[in-house]
Structure formats: structure tokens, C-alpha cells
């Protein structure tokens, strides 16, 4: 029995699950989305394309509204429709595992979905009768590669921020990621202490720790104070605007790496992707500013069990999973209300 064969048979003894992560997908996996009727999608779906080298016939064009918010029935003729049946007919269907929406697709439907959960959900059983029905993700907790095939959805991520430039920006760090030590910062606070709250909190003191084991530089904000000035992080986590200390110019003095992750506990945090006065909740718009590559939000009241589980998320991106991979993984329901900001390919951990 050689070395490497009893190292094996040791990790396996000591309940080390090893990773299957090295192999990542690549662009023949993706279909870009553009709507020609903003302009700010075509620049950032061709950006995309062109420094991803993602082939043409991988790249979807439909015509519609570029309002953020959108009818049901706008979104079923002019977008869901339209998309399956390019999929269908080019066989594209038999590849695409990961859709890719830019800034000017439609990002909010009435009844409370993100249109990006509604479309990755398109060749299941879903509904919109009921606006506040949403499915369970069998992807949940995984720990293997996910494949339209197998699982019978796409995962779906989106190019957005305020402005293009913040969207391209998304792509450029995306192919600058690279594997770094940290700094991964998860800021608790002891006043969320009640029920579903303080299993939050504890979940995130847990993704601490298991980062901490894996041997990453990593802190923990467990005080009333609100974490800000922090450089070059990795990964990110906090309760954002729910926090009581709560501090606007501190949640954006925050610095990120090439790479870097982020999710907020904030009900609210993709309402919008265009700066607004209107008083609500923290954005993500305001990470994707400061350098995040990827984050995940919402579109509207998700419940907190629908944000991502921190433990799940930072477990398996450092295990070399994929951006798009690592948050669906994390990620207790699908058709809701979640955006994944980020370009699905990015996978700077792989081994």
C-alpha cells in the first residue's frame, strides 16, 4: 500500500470528506442573456462573452422592458418562453448548466420572485398563483458538481451593480481570482438573541470556525460594534442594515480581494440595483461597489431561512467549488426571491 493510499484510507477513517472539486465548468456551460433593448446589457453581455470566450451560439438576445420591476406575463412571453425554446432547439439544453442575466434584464416579478429564480426554474412544475410559494432546493448541501441534468434547473447569476462599469468589474476580478489566505470577516451581534436570530448567529460563529480549521486568516465581530475599514477581504458576512449598529460608511469602507464573497442577513438587499433615497434596508449594490465578486440578495422578504447558510457557503468555495455552485449550495429554496451577483465560472479555490 503505498503513502498516498494510506493517507487516504487515514482521512477517511477521521470523517474527512475529500473534495471533488477540481474539475470547473467552463463556457460551453454558460448562456449569457442580453436584452437589445438596454444598452447597458449589450455592453455587459458582450463584455462578458468576449473575456470569457464564450461562443456566440451561447449567447441569447430578447427584446423587453428593462425595468427592474416586471409583469408575470411579460416575463413568461418575452423572456421565459423565448429562452427555453432557444435552449430546446439549439440543444443547448443538453450542455447549459448556468445562466448568465445582465443589467437590464428584468430583475423583480409582481408576487414577490426574482425573475433570475423564476427562469433557473423553468423546466420544473412552478406556479405563480400563489405569491408566497416557493421550492426546495435538492441542491442544498451538497458537496458535488451541479449539472442541469441531473438536478433538472440551472443555476442562475447575474452581471448588475449601479452602474456598467460596476458590472464589468464583476468579470475583471472574476478572471483575476485568485487562491489567498484571507481575510474573511464574519460580524455577529450579540442583540439578535432570539429564536431564529440567534441560530443565525450561531451559524455564522460556526462558518468561523470551520474557516479558522481549514487554516484561512479569518476574524469574528462578536461586539455591539458594527465592523467597517476592513482591507482585502475574501469573504464576507454580516446582518448588514438588521445589525442595531448598523453603519452605512462603515458597511462600504470595506475592502475586497479579486475573488472575494459576500452575503448579507437582510431581507431586502437586491430591491433594487440603482442608488435610492428611499430610507430601506442595506444594498449589496454598495459591496459590488467596494470590490465584492460575488454576493447574494433579495428582491423582497425571503424569510430568514432563505439566506444563505454561512457554514455551507464558505465550506465549500474554499473546497475549490464554483461561485454559482457555492451559493446554490448554501441556498435552502429556489424559485424565490434570490439574486447571485458574479460570474458563475469563477473558482479561484479549485484544486
Same mark, same amino acid.
Given at each position: 500500500?503505498?503513502l498516498?493510499?494510506r493517507?487516504?484510507?487515514?482521512?477517511?477513517?477521521?470523517?474527512?470528506v475529500l473534495?471533488?472539486a477540481?474539475?470547473?465548468?467552463?463556457?460551453?456551460?454558460?448562456?449569457?442573456?442580453?436584452?437589445?433593448?438596454?444598452?447597458?446589457?449589450?455592453?455587459?453581455?458582450?463584455?462578458?462573452?468576449?473575456?470569457?470566450?464564450?461562443?456566440?451560439?451561447?449567447v441569447?438576445h430578447?427584446k423587453?422592458?428593462?425595468?427592474e420591476?416586471?409583469?408575470t406575463?411579460?416575463?413568461?412571453?418575452q423572456i421565459?418562453?423565448?429562452?427555453?425554446?432557444?435552449?430546446?432547439?439549439?440543444?443547448?439544453?443538453?450542455?447549459v448548466?448556468?445562466?448568465?442575466?445582465?443589467?437590464?434584464?428584468?430583475?423583480?416579478?409582481?408576487?414577490?420572485?426574482?425573475?433570475?429564480?423564476?427562469?433557473?426554474?423553468?423546466?420544473?412544475?412552478?406556479s405563480?398563483?400563489?405569491p408566497?410559494?416557493?421550492?426546495?432546493n435538492?441542491?442544498y448541501?451538497?458537496?458535488?458538481?451541479f449539472?442541469?441534468?441531473?438536478y433538472?434547473?440551472y443555476?442562475?447569476?447575474?452581471?448588475?451593480?449601479?452602474?456598467?462599469?460596476d458590472?464589468?468589474?464583476?468579470?475583471?476580478?472574476?478572471?483575476?481570482?485568485?487562491s489567498?489566505?484571507?481575510?474573511?470577516?464574519?460580524?455577529?451581534?450579540p442583540?439578535?438573541?432570539t429564536?431564529?436570530?440567534?441560530?443565525?448567529?450561531?451559524?455564522?460563529?460556526d462558518?468561523?470556525?470551520?474557516?479558522?480549521?481549514?487554516?484561512?486568516?479569518?476574524?469574528q $465581530?462578536? *461586539?455591539?460594534e458594527?465592523?467597517?475599514?476592513?482591507?482585502? @477581504?475574501?469573504?464576507?458576512?454580516?446582518? +448588514?442594515? =438588521?445589525? /442595531?449598529?448598523?453603519d452605512?460608511?462603515?458597511?462600504?469602507?470595506?475592502?475586497?480581494?479579486?475573488?472575494?464573497?459576500?452575503?448579507?442577513?437582510v431581507?431586502s438587499?437586491?430591491?433594487?440595483?440603482?442608488r435610492?433615497?428611499?430610507?430601506g434596508?442595506?444594498?449589496?449594490?454598495?459591496?459590488?461597489?467596494?470590490?465584492?465578486?460575488?454576493?447574494?440578495?433579495?428582491v423582497? $422578504?425571503? *424569510?430568514?431561512a432563505a439566506?444563505?447558510?454561512?457554514?455551507? @457557503?464558505?465550506?465549500?468555495?474554499l473546497? +475549490?467549488? =464554483?461561485? /454559482?455552485?457555492?451559493?446554490?449550495?448554501?441556498?435552502?429554496?429556489?424559485?424565490?426571491?434570490?439574486?447571485?451577483?458574479?460570474?458563475?465560472?469563477?473558482?479561484?479555490?479549485?484544486?
Amino acid at each position: 500500500m503505498t503513502l498516498r493510499t494510506r493517507l487516504v484510507y487515514l482521512l477517511l477513517a477521521m470523517g474527512v470528506v475529500l473534495s471533488s472539486a477540481a474539475w470547473c465548468a467552463g463556457p460551453k456551460n454558460v448562456l449569457v442573456i442580453v436584452n437589445d433593448k438596454s444598452l447597458a446589457s449589450r455592453i455587459i453581455g458582450a463584455y462578458y462573452a468576449s473575456k470569457r470566450k464564450i461562443p456566440a451560439k451561447n449567447v441569447y438576445h430578447i427584446k423587453c422592458d428593462p425595468a427592474e420591476l416586471t409583469p408575470t406575463d411579460t416575463y413568461k412571453n418575452q423572456i421565459q418562453k423565448p429562452v427555453k425554446e432557444y435552449l430546446a432547439k439549439t440543444g443547448l439544453n443538453k450542455t447549459v448548466d448556468y445562466l448568465v442575466l445582465t443589467k437590464g434584464v428584468p430583475m423583480r416579478l409582481h408576487g414577490g420572485w426574482s425573475v433570475d429564480s423564476a427562469l433557473m426554474c423553468m423546466d420544473q412544475p412552478t406556479s405563480f398563483e400563489k405569491p408566497d410559494v416557493h421550492a426546495m432546493n435538492p441542491y442544498y448541501s451538497k458537496s458535488e458538481h451541479f449539472s442541469h441534468k441531473e438536478y433538472g434547473f440551472y443555476l442562475a447569476t447575474r452581471l448588475d451593480g449601479y452602474t456598467v462599469q460596476d458590472a464589468k468589474a464583476l468579470v475583471d476580478r472574476s478572471l483575476a481570482a485568485k487562491s489567498r489566505k484571507g481575510l474573511f470577516l464574519i460580524d455577529t451581534t450579540p442583540r439578535r438573541n432570539t429564536k431564529g436570530y440567534e441560530a443565525m448567529n450561531q451559524r455564522m460563529a460556526d462558518a468561523y470556525e470551520k474557516i479558522l480549521w481549514l487554516g484561512y486568516d479569518t476574524i469574528q $465581530e462578536d *461586539t455591539e460594534e458594527f465592523a467597517g475599514g476592513k482591507k482585502d @477581504l475574501m469573504g464576507y458576512f454580516s446582518w +448588514g442594515s =438588521n445589525d /442595531a449598529a448598523f453603519d452605512r460608511a462603515k458597511y462600504k469602507s470595506n475592502t475586497f480581494r479579486p475573488g472575494a464573497i459576500a452575503e448579507t442577513a437582510v431581507s431586502s438587499s437586491a430591491r433594487t440595483m440603482n442608488r435610492t433615497d428611499d430610507g430601506g434596508q442595506s444594498l449589496i449594490s454598495d459591496l459590488i461597489e467596494a470590490g465584492v465578486t460575488g454576493v447574494k440578495g433579495y428582491v423582497a $422578504e425571503p *424569510t430568514l431561512a432563505a439566506i444563505a447558510d454561512p457554514l455551507v @457557503l464558505f465550506d465549500r468555495y474554499l473546497s +475549490g467549488y =464554483n461561485l /454559482a455552485e457555492s451559493f446554490y449550495m448554501a441556498s435552502r429554496y429556489i424559485f424565490w426571491r434570490e439574486v447571485v451577483i458574479g460570474d458563475p465560472l469563477c473558482c479561484p479555490y479549485a484544486h
